[in-house]
T-cell receptor, first 111, second 115 residues
Framework: RKEVEQDPGPFNVPEGATVAFNCTYS??????FFWYRQDCRKEPKLLMSVYSSGNEDGRFTAQLNRASQYISLLIRDSKLSDSATYLC????????????FGSGTKLNVKP | GAVVSQHPSWVICKSGTSVKIECRSLDFQATTMFWYRQFPKQSLMLMAT?????????EQGVEKDKFLINHASLTLSTLTVTSAHPEDSSFYICSARETTETEAFFGQGTRLTVV
C-alpha cells in the first residue's frame, strides 16, 4: 500500500470555480503534512504546511483529519495560473528526513 | 527566498557512461541534502539522504555503488549515475535544507535520458 495516495485527476475546472483535492496517508505516525505545487517539468514548491487546526492562505485552505488520515486542499476562485500538479507530502515522527510524496493531482483551470 | 541550483537541467548520455549532477545551495548552508527520482506520472521517490562530511544514507532498493553521492561541502552535493542504462532515464531532483526545522528547497531537476 502506498504511503500517500491521491486522485491523479485531471480536474478540469473553469476560472472562478472552487475545487478540492483529498489525499490519504497510511501511516498513523505521520506528523507533518504539506501541499506542494509542481508545474510541468519543474521542481516542486511548497504551497503550504497543513496544521491540525486547519489553515488558510488567501484562496487556499488546507485541512487535516487525523482520525480518518486524510488531508484536503481547497482552492477558491481558481485562476488560470493555478493550473499545476498538487502534491500531498507527509513526514513521520520516526524519520524527520524522509518526505513521502503522493503522485500528485493535476489541475487544469480553463478560461 | 532560498535558492537551490541544480545542474545540468537535462542530459543525454550513452549507455554505459557515467553522468554527474550537481546540487548547490546558493544562499544558505545545507547541512542535509536529499536526492529524489521521479518517473513519469509517479511520485518523487527519495533515493538517499546526505549530510555534509559523512556518507549518504540510501533508501532500500537504491544501489549505492551505482548512484554515488558526495556531499563534501555545506553548499554542494553531487550525484553520479555510474554505468547508466536506459532504465535509469528519469527526472532527478535534489533538495537541501539548513536545519531540521527549516524548509527543504528543491533544485530545478535534471532530466536524464540514457540512449
Amino acid at each position: 500500500r502506498k504511503e500517500v495516495e491521491q486522485d491523479p485527476g485531471p480536474f478540469n475546472v473553469p476560472e472562478g470555480a472552487t475545487v478540492a483535492f483529498n489525499c490519504t496517508y497510511s501511516n498513523s505516525a505521520s506528523q507533518s503534512f504539506f501541499w506542494y505545487r509542481q508545474d510541468c517539468r519543474k521542481e516542486p514548491k511548497l504551497l503550504m504546511s497543513v496544521y491540525s487546526s486547519g489553515n488558510e492562505d488567501g484562496r487556499f485552505t488546507a485541512q487535516l483529519n487525523r482520525a480518518s488520515q486524510y488531508i484536503s486542499l481547497l482552492i477558491r476562485d481558481s485562476k488560470l495560473s493555478d493550473s499545476a500538479t498538487y502534491l500531498c507530502v507527509v513526514r513521520t515522527i520516526y524519520n524527520f528526513n524522509k518526505f513521502y510524496f503522493g503522485s500528485g493531482t493535476k489541475l487544469n483551470v480553463k478560461p | 527566498g532560498a535558492v537551490v541550483s541544480q545542474h545540468p537541467s537535462w542530459v543525454i548520455c550513452k549507455s554505459g557512461t557515467s553522468v554527474k549532477i550537481e546540487c548547490r545551495s546558493l544562499d544558505f548552508q545545507a547541512t542535509t541534502m536529499f536526492w529524489y527520482r521521479q518517473f513519469p506520472k509517479q511520485s518523487l521517490m527519495l533515493m538517499a539522504t546526505s549530510n555534509e562530511g559523512s556518507k549518504a544514507t540510501y533508501e532500500q532498493g537504491v544501489e549505492k555503488d551505482k548512484f554515488l553521492i558526495n556531499h563534501a561541502s555545506l553548499t554542494l552535493s553531487t550525484l553520479t549515475v555510474t554505468s547508466a542504462h536506459p532504465e535509469d532515464s528519469s527526472f532527478y531532483i535534489c533538495s537541501a535544507r539548513e536545519t531540521t526545522e527549516t524548509e527543504a528547497f528543491f533544485g530545478q531537476g535534471t532530466r536524464l535520458t540514457v540512449v
